[in-house]
């Protein structure tokens, strides 16, 4: 049996490396929406407040419409309420178009209470759309619409 030489096993690290592409926008985007989604299950201020750009706009799953600063007051009553959630997410896509990355999927909540409607323990499904914009070098959701499954 032939051994590879630790030159030749080095030399085909580096040329993988090299020409190893990093993740597209979609795939940044398609992270970040997960992120965003583990963070807001825990109401985690901190991460939430930087990943929602200023002129952010949220459509919640009622139709209410709220800005960046009416969607982290909820956030921070969620956190005052000690509410918080699981969230699965399944059959998510997302597509870059013109600079932005379109992300769509459904989303799975449960524990807690995941909406006004929804008593706790039980589960909640949506179908959700955002838009995910890099500024400053930081994907930043600019949309959000959810749709619940009935």
């Known amino acids: 049996m032939r051994k590879s030489s630790p030159i030749f096993l080095a030399l085909l690290f580096f040329c993988s490396a090299l020409f ?5 926008n979609a795939d940044q985007a398609r992270a970040a929406a997960e992120q965003f989604g583990e963070a807001w299950s825990k109401n985690d ?5 930087p990943m929602l750009a ?4 949220h459509t919640d ?5 709220l800005t960046k600063q009416q969607y982290m007051a909820y ?3 969620r ?10 997410f399944k059959d998510v896509k997302a597509r870059e178009l013109n600079g932005a990355v379109v992300v769509i999927g459904e989303n799975i909540v449960s524990g807690g209470l995941a909406n006004e409607k929804v008593n706790a323990g039980e589960v909640f499904h949506i179908r959700f759309i955002q ?18 499954i009935l």
């Open 20 to 24: 190893a592409q990093p993740p597209s």
């Open 45 to 49: 201020v901190a991460r939430l407040d």
């Open 54 to 57: 200023d002129d952010y706009t």
């Open 61 to 65: 799953t009622d139709g209410k419409i």
């Open 75 to 77: 956030i921070h009553d």
């Open 79 to 88: 956190a005052a309420k000690h509410i918080s959630n699981k969230i699965e």
């Open 131 to 148: 838009i995910w914009v890099r500024r400053a070098g930081k994907w930043q959701r600019l949309y959000f619409q959810g749709t619940p």
